[in-house]
């Protein structure tokens, strides 16, 4: 009963529903969300662009949460310095890929929609790992 009453257990449990129900919109077609008939080659193109645009929001975000939370449950020691930064940062990228979009396709300058998502996700994870893996660095040194 310990378990269910660990806050970073719920957290893991509610991320990695987020990458499943992402994992499911990024492929709409195979789960049967959209249509596409690949011997006529008639697909239901703004059904196939929305669920993607969903998929990409949810799947890399909660992708990062649920690698984070497994970390965190292995190693409760670090959930104390881990939560002053996603205190605010989790808010603030939660916000932007809330509100955020694909870009106009016209200007083939810079980032895909999901390169700018998949790395705001890959700074989350790599700040996460060296504010949980330094007071375990420090107590090996001393």
């Known amino acids: 009963m310990k378990l269910l009453k660990n806050k970073i257990f719920w957290g893991f449990v509610v991320s990695s529903i987020g990458v499943i129900l992402g994992y499911i919109f990024l492929y709409p077609v195979q789960f049967h969300l959209c249509t596409a008939d690949f011997t006529t080659m008639a697909f239901d193109n703004s059904c196939l662009a929305s669920s993607s645009l969903i998929g990409i929001k949810l799947f890399y975000p909660f992708l990062a949460l649920a690698l984070i939370f497994l970390i965190l449950f292995l190693t409760p ?10 205190m605010w940062y989790i ?48 107590r090996k040194e001393h």
């Open 77 to 86: 020691r670090a959930v104390s310095s881990w939560r002053k930064f996603a």
């Open 91 to 138: 808010p603030v990228v939660g916000l932007l890929v809330a509100f955020s979009g694909p870009g106009d396709a016209g200007w083939a300058i810079g980032p895909t929609y999901q390169q700018y998502i998949q790395a705001v996700s890959m700074i989350y994870v790599v700040i996460s790992l060296i504010i949980i893996g330094w007071p375990i660095l420090k």
